[in-house]
T-cell receptor
Framework: NAGVTQTPKFQVLKTGQSMTLQCAQDMNHNSMYWYRQDPGMGLRLIYYSASEGTTDKGEVPNGYNVSRLNKREFSLRLESAAPSQTSVYFC??????????????FGNGTRLTVT | GENVEQHPSTLSVQEGDSAVIKCTYSDSASNYFPWYKQELGKRPQLIIDIRSNVGEKKDQRIAVTLNKTAKHFSLHITETQPEDSAVYFCAGLEGGDDKIIFGKGTRLHILP
């Protein structure tokens, strides 16, 4: 039981390059999330997917696209990377327990540098 | 204003003393109130949570209290130890059942 797995762990891109961050969970969770974390800025929601087949914008969606490939996988794509997207990216998943939300389970993060 | 506000942003306490961090939320639909701890270079991990039908929950030195009327919940750490030094985050909902956002975090320093 691996939990939430993110790849890659580290990535360096040049401005204008594209890349896809991969995330998979094996907990049968319905909801999946992408956050970015900058120093002193906390965790900001980029996109989320409440269930397979749906995606919604978060707080900072500009410059990103997502795909909920199936219940397990949720990818984040940067079409044309910019230095402002240098950050640590976390994928997370959770599910509802009746009417209640439940804890987020995080992956180990991807450290992205855009030069 | 922000939907999830956390205070203070930095907190320093003497080892052995207590620490309290407060989180204010605005979404009335919120029914689940978690606190996460993030150590340097690591992912955030849940340390304690509470549902809206409960006013307080304790787990050894950690407790969470909820005031639904005032829309805030607090993290209490007693008998603080060096390993409590970390960044703590609260989380809540923004405009939907599954849109989970975080407070800006509190950096807790435990002084020897």
């Amino acid at each position: 039981n691996a939990g939430v797995t993110q790849t890659p762990k580290f990535q360096v891109l040049k401005t204008g390059q594209s890349m896809t961050l991969q995330c998979a969970q094996d907990m049968n969770h319905n909801s999946m999330y992408w956050y970015r974390q900058d120093p002193g800025m906390g965790l900001r929601l980029i996109y989320y997917s409440a269930s397979e087949g749906t995606t919604d914008k978060g707080e900072v969606p500009n410059g990103y696209n997502v795909s909920r490939l199936n219940k397990r996988e949720f990818s984040l794509r940067l079409e044309s990377a910019a230095p402002s997207q240098t950050s640590v990216y976390f994928c997370a998943s959770s599910t509802r327990q009746g009417v209640y939300n439940s804890p987020l389970h995080f992956g180990n993060g991807t450290r992205l540098t855009v030069t | 204003g922000e939907n999830v506000e956390q205070h203070p942003s930095t907190l320093s306490v003497q080892e052995g003393d207590s620490a309290v961090i407060k989180c204010t939320y605005s979404d009335s639909a919120s029914n689940y109130f978690p606190w996460y701890k993030q150590e340097l270079g690591k992912r955030p991990q849940l340390i304690i949570d509470i549902r809206s039908n409960v006013g307080e929950k304790k787990d050894q030195r950690i407790a969470v209290t909820l005031n639904k009327t005032a829309k805030h919940f607090s993290l209490h750490i007693t008998e603080t130890q060096p390993e409590d030094s970390a960044v703590y985050f609260c989380a809540g909902l923004e405009g939907g059942d599954d849109k989970i956002i975080f407070g800006k975090g509190t950096r807790l320093h435990i002084l020897p």
